[in-house]
Each structure stands twice: as structure tokens, then as C-alpha cells.
């Protein structure tokens, strides 16, 4: 199933199910208002979603309406957290190479992460607002995972079993900054600001062969 969040009813927005086709939508009344209380209680909200989902795709769903993708919010327009990571070890190296740094060893069993803004999100047709084009705007396109609860100590194959929806998000760097922030040795700070995600999450299944091992696997 696909879904999304309108810009309306706070600051979390309100939680739909969208069509296949990204062409209608159905809000979830009575299952969760928004994305956030969904996956506090997805054991639960998840089998009433997708049933949901599935009247909107035989046109049973009651209160069916023509999504205006302008009238979108971030899916999940703010996180508890959301943390970066770089996973896909052929564009690391890449990188590092264009800069004329190796990959350590360590990396490939101590994978890099860093703690990102989680207060807010950009919607899918928001603009990306920054103090000064100056700073040096740049945008990356990344693959986001929704996880439920994932114990402390979980094993690979353990925190794979709680990703639960799969979406994009437009990664917002300020490469001006990020030198001096990097050189006092404490981390992203005012170089990283909010992302913009897509304009919807979709449970894993929707990927069919596109996801394996719990990674994105497409090359389209």
C-alpha cells in the first residue's frame, strides 16, 4: 500500500491511503490521524490500512477524492528520529575518491551514520529554503526506511523485520559550511538542514523483486 499525509489537521498533517497510480486517496478516519500514530501502533493499523487500500483500488473506499499532489505534506512530516547512513558502499567509494580519500576498513563492518534534523520535513513540492544560496545548496537523492520499534542490540536480520514502509528523500546539504563544522571535530550542525521526502511511503511489497535483503535493489 502507498501512503501520504495532507497538509491539514496540525503540524503532523492528516494520514491517507493513496492509490497505485497516485491519482486518488482516501483519509484514514477511524484507523489513525496521522503517519506517526500509525506506526506507534502498526501490528494493529497496518491490516486496516491495507484493507483500506484495497477498497480504494475497487473504488469502495467511502470518502475517495482526487489527490492534488500540491495539497501533500511530507509523509511523515516529523520524525522522533531520522538517521543517515551510507549503505550503498560503491557511491562511498566514489565519493572519497573524488576527494582523493580512501574507504577505511573499518567501514565495511562499521558503517557511517550521523544523527539528522528530524524536527520537520519539506513536502514533495515544497521549496528548499536556506539562509543564503552562498552556503553552497546541495541536494542528494536518498532511500528512507520506516522502522517500528527496534530493540536495542537487534541483529541485521533482527532490525530487518521492523522496516515497514520504504520511500525517498531529497538529502539537503550546505557544502560551504560543512568544512568548519567538520574541523571542530563535533559533528553536522547548521550544514544539514531539513529534507523533503516523496510524496508517499509504501510498504515493502509494493517494491516486488525491486526489494531484496531488505535494500532497494532497482537500477531504474
Same mark, same amino acid.
Given at each position: ?9 496540525? !503540524? ?9 497510480? =497516485?491519482? !486518488? ?23 486496516? =490500512? ?5 477498497? %480504494? ?38 565519493? !572519497? ?27 514533495? %513540492? ?47 546539504? %550546505? !557544502?560551504?559550511?560543512? #568544512? ?12 544539514? #538542514? ?27
Amino acid at each position: 500500500m502507498k501512503l501520504g499525509s495532507l497538509k491539514e489537521g496540525g !503540524r503532523d498533517g492528516t494520514l491517507i491511503v493513496v492509490s497505485r497510480d =497516485l491519482t !486518488r486517496a482516501v483519509r484514514a478516519t477511524g484507523i489513525a490521524d496521522t503517519m506517526q500514530r500509525a506506526l506507534e501502533d502498526w501490528s494493529n493499523t497496518a491490516p486496516r =490500512l491495507n484493507a483500506l487500500a484495497g477498497k %480504494l483500488e475497487s473504488g469502495e473506499a467511502e470518502g475517495a477524492f482526487d489527490l492534488d499532489h500540491a495539497a501533500l505534506a511530507a509523509p511523515l512530516p516529523r520524525a522522533y528520529e531520522f538517521v543517515d547512513g551510507s549503505a550503498y558502499l560503491p557511491h562511498v567509494a566514489r565519493v !572519497r575518491r573524488a576527494r582523493g580519500a580512501e574507504v577505511p576498513e573499518s567501514f565495511y563492518t562499521d558503517p557511517l551514520m550521523y544523527q539528522a534534523v528530524s524536527a520537520g520535513f519539506y513536502g514533495p %513540492l515544497d521549496p528548499v529554503v536556506v539562509p543564503d544560496e552562498a552556503h553552497g545548496i546541495d541536494l542528494e537523492a536518498e532511500i528512507v526506511v520506516v522502522t517500528d520499534d527496534v530493540p536495542m542490540g537487534a541483529s541485521a536480520e533482527q532490525a530487518a523485520g521492523h522496516i515497514q514502509l520504504v520511500g525517498l528523500v531529497n538529502d539537503v546539504s %550546505l !557544502r560551504g559550511l560543512i #568544512p568548519g563544522e567538520l574541523a571542530k571535530g563535533f559533528g553536522f550542525l547548521q550544514s544539514k #538542514p531539513r529534507s523533503a521526502l516523496s510524496p508517499v511511503f509504501v510498504t515493502p511489497d509494493e517494491l516486488g523483486d525491486a526489494w531484496r535483503d531488505a535494500k532497494v535493489t532497482c537500477r531504474c
